[in-house]
């Protein structure tokens, strides 16, 4: 207090509000400065000349009479009370008014105090406007709480289905690697130079099959969630791509001793596709319902036009879907079961792969199902186009026998350093009709094509000596290099690995391990006469 005085602070002059003390009859006995600013009154021009009632207009001096002064003498006490004052320039001032009667030294006074009702109006609306504000922080907060609970709830059912699918992967990979193990120790067992049965070489080729078919779907939704896959849009005739869908998934619905009914139309339907990855589309739905209907079902691939859209169909007889998991069957990971409780197999991404090559394509694909034990129907939308002026349809019926068979002299150079795939190749490429020479590095590949240059060659990227891009970009600048048809064999299939493919000159891109058949059917055109004799 005594260092207030020295600065020249006062509380009772300097008061954030107006103060009085009035004698009972409402004479004024003190002011300080804050009510005498307001009013416009110097302090010494009220103090014992004015009376509180000579500071308000009529209508309050009658409040002032008829209750204000009843209730001080009653409850000695009087709290925010709105009235007008007057200001000494005759303006009306709103205040809120509290007075207090006292006896101090025997006397009884009433001590007043003002505040200008306009400053308590902004301060109230203030305070109800942090008082909002902060409500909605509070309601923000609880929905970003609310939102983080619902995130980690999401993340820890994502960490649950990716530890399910790497313990389904596992499962799915040991399942083929199991039979291809026994087979080969089988053989082992009878001796180095006894050649193996029809039987084991079946069980290989199907168990090699199924591992690329999971290394496949596993690249494919990879690609797709990065946004990386690139789809080689055509225009072609939708039924004949149905058909090498339903080819590709016959030796599933055979093994299993199921059929399956096609529904095409008998005329054309044209829509701009990828034909691979339509097929793609329309296999994994063949197998998806191969897998999930019982021996012998009857499975249906019907496709038909309707408002706009090629719609195909695929319907089986099978094990159906829970109501429940209808929306999130193709979702990533997605198993009608338990890894444990599974007895079909399948690693969950065969669905989310046909949705996103679907989305790729401007189409939709749904699931619909009656519940359990009552089948259920897959739904593609694809947009049509318009019939091409000249509808060529550019996929062959040629059978590929009739085209092995005429291309009994095309020479082939392959060039592998692992040896049991460079022999492998070759020897298949020999039952299909090419003559082959095998080089496991650089140098002797560059050796044997300029001795005697091929129809194609064959190069494995990863070389000790050299990779394939450069022995590529070297045959290329012979003088005889342009003749001869380049095909990249690698394991890498990602589209920057197919771009370095292209920019070193090969014409061709496979990823490993390669389908015989159809780097046959996708070499031969680009041989001397479409790889018959020369």
């Keep these: 207090m005594r260092e207030r005085r020295s600065s020249g602070w006062d509380l009772w002059e300097d008061a954030p509000c107006g103060l009085l003390i009035a004698a009972p009859d409402g004479t004024l006995l003190r002011a300080n400065a804050t009510v005498s600013r307001w ?55 709103p205040m809120m008014l509290s007075a207090i009667r006292r006896e101090r030294n025997g006397a009884v006074q009433d001590e007043i105090a003002l505040l200008m009702a306009a400053d308590r109006k902004l301060y109230e609306r203030e305070l109800l406007a942090a008082r ?39 499962h799915e990979l040991r399942n083929p690697l199991a039979p291809m193990a026994n087979v080969i120790a089988t053989m082992e067992l009878r001796g180095a130079d006894a050649p193996p049965s029809g039987r084991e070489l079946g069980v290989l080729a199907r168990q090699v099959a199924q591992m690329t ?15 990386k896959i690139d789809l080689r849009l055509e225009q072609a005739n939708l039924a004949q791509t149905l058909k090498f869908a339903a080819e590709e998934a016959m030796p599933s619905i055979h093994a299993s001793g199921q059929s399956l009914r096609i529904d095409l139309p008998a005329y054309p339907v044209w829509c701009k596709v990828d034909r691979a990855r339509v097929t793609q589309i329309v296999a994994n739905l063949l197998n998806n319902a191969s897998k999930y209907s019982h021996r012998g079902a009857y499975i249906e691939l019907v496709a038909k036009v309707s ?59 749904s699931a619909h199902s009656a519940g359990v ?45 692992n040896v049991d795939a460079a022999e492998t190749l070759a020897a298949a490429m020999e039952m299909l009709g090419y ?12 050796h044997a094509i300029a001795e005697s240059p091929p129809h194609a060659a064959i190069l494995d990227i990863g070389l000790p000596d050299m990779n394939g891009y450069d022995l590529a970009r070297k045959i290329r600048s012979e003088p005889w290099g342009s003749k001869i ?8 299939g990602q589209e920057a690995d197919k771009q370095a493919a292209r920019d070193a000159g090969f014409d061709l891109h496979f990823t490993k391990p390669l389908d015989f058949m159809k780097l046959d059917q996708q070499l031969r055109p680009l041989m001397p006469n479409g790889g018959g004799q020369v």
């Excluded at 103090?47 to 204000?68: E, N, S, Y």
């Excluded at 980690?152 to 960490?159: G, S, T």
């Excluded at 078919?213 to 969630?225: K, P, Q, T």
């Excluded at 019939?387 to 592998?416: F, R």
Aim: glycine share 8%; charged share 20%.
């Design 39 to 93: 009013l416009g009154y110097a302090v010494a021009e009220l103090i014992g000349h004015k009376r509180f009632p000579d500071l308000m207009p009529m209508g309050a001096r009658v409040f002032l009479q008829t209750h204000w002064t009843p209730l001080l003498q009653m409850q000695g006490s009087v709290s925010e009370v709105q009235l007008d004052l007057l200001h000494k320039d005759g303006r009306r001032i």
């Design 132 to 170: 909002a504000k902060a409500e909605a922080a509070t309601n923000d907060l609880e929905m970003a709480q609310t939102r983080l609970r619902q995130a980690n709830d999401a993340m820890a059912a994502e960490d649950r289905r990716k530890d399910e699918f790497l313990a389904t992967l596992a």
């Design 213 to 227: 078919r999971l290394v496949d779907d596993l690249m494919h939704v990879s690609r797709i969630s990065q946004g």
């Design 307 to 365: 408002d706009g859209s090629a719609v195909i169909q695929v319907i089986d007889d099978g094990m159906g879907i829970p109501p429940n998991q209808l929306d999130n069957i193709f979702d990533m990971f997605s198993q009608l079961t338990p890894a444990l409780d599974r007895a079909q197999g399948g690693l969950g991404i065969g669905l989310s792969l046909v949705k996103g090559l679907v989305a790729l394509h401007g189409g939709e694909v």
């Design 373 to 417: 034990g009552q089948g259920s129907c897959f739904t593609v939308w694809l947009p049509l186009i318009e019939p091409p002026a000249e509808t060529v349809d550019a996929v062959s019926d040629a059978p590929a026998a009739a085209l092995a068979a005429s291309s009994q002299a095309a020479s082939i150079v392959i060039v592998d350093d």
């Design 435 to 446: 003559r082959t020479v095998v080089a496991n590095n650089g140098r002797q590949a560059l």
């Design 485 to 492: 048809a380049l095909v990249a064999a690698t394991g890498w």
